[in-house]
């Protein structure tokens, strides 16, 4: 026979050592939280707008935006809410259901960066077969694999976390699980990057090599910020740096969004 203590609710204790700086930290979050969500909802308008950006490349970029808006908005919300002053009491459920879109999302958008790290390679390796090869039932078959990965490992997760008792080797379960899938992922990404490399230095011209990296350097710099030193922060800072890269170092983007403002200001004045 075992003991068992059966919880209804959970206190949620905040970030540690910032005690009396909750109006500071709701302040900062709620600017974070809504200039991801407008950042990220910006570059959804600018590829939906434009013809141009129909591509798989873009198909890919759209969904990790998407991915960008609904994670921090599983745990954003309840966190300003308690940084504002509400009861920091979360009930049973509802911290299980952030659990479990937590880690849907997150190792769901983690398998996004190695899709497009494929994406990638494929466009920079084989350019003339680029469009034969990511076909959209290709796309769309990665999307779905990537889905169904983050559906399993948030399931398991989320099961052991709310049944196994913490004790023994019980206690690192779901680091396990945790670390293997992202060693699993980085892995991919750094085979594909490397493969990048490789097929970059075979062009003879440097333009061409230029250009080439330049395909590439975005999601090279949102990979490097989601596996880098602010993976501390990764449901909410991270999001909101994606919608920078993409906005500010992305040709096709910004002007796709300058096309969106320009449109949207005609019809304000008229």
Not at 37 to 51: E, T
Not at 146 to 173: E, K, M, W
Request: contains cysteine.
């Amino acid at each position: 026979m075992r003991n068992h203590t059966l919880l209804n609710e959970f206190i949620l204790w905040g970030i540690p050592q910032t005690e009396g700086l909750e109006a500071v930290l709701c302040a900062v979050f709620s600017f974070i939280y809504l200039f991801t969500l407008l950042g990220n909802l910006l570059i959804l308008i600018a590829i939906v707008s434009s013809s141009t950006l129909h591509t798989p490349m873009y198909f890919f970029l759209g969904l990790l935006s998407t991915f960008d808006i609904l994670f921090p908005s599983v745990t954003c919300p309840k966190m300003l809410l308690y940084l504002s002053g509400q009861s920091p009491v979360i009930s049973f459920k509802g911290c299980a259901s952030q659990l479990f879109f937590y880690h849907l999302l997150g190792s769901a958008e983690g398998c996004l960066y190695s899709v497009m790290s494929y994406d990638r390679f494929v466009a920079i390796r084989h350019p003339l077969r680029y469009m034969l090869i990511m076909k959209p039932r290709v796309c769309v078959g990665l999307v779905v694999v990537a889905g169904l990965v983050g559906c399993l490992h948030a399931t398991i997760l989320t099961s052991f976390t709310f049944q196994l008792s913490y004790c023994g080797p019980n206690q690192r379960v779901g680091s396990i699980n945790v670390g293997f899938l992202a060693l699993t992922l980085l892995i991919s990404v750094c085979v594909c990057y490397t493969r990048i490399g490789i097929a970059i230095l075979r062009i003879r011209s440097s333009e061409g090599r230029q250009k080439a990296f330049s395909t590439c350097s975005a999601h090279l710099v949102a990979i490097l910020c989601a596996y880098g030193p602010v993976q501390i922060l990764n449901n909410v800072v991270s999001p909101m740096l994606n919608s920078l890269i993409y906005s500010l170092r992305n040709k096709e983007v910004k002007r796709s969004l300058k096309r969106v403002f320009r449109n949207v200001l005609l019809t304000v004045c008229e």
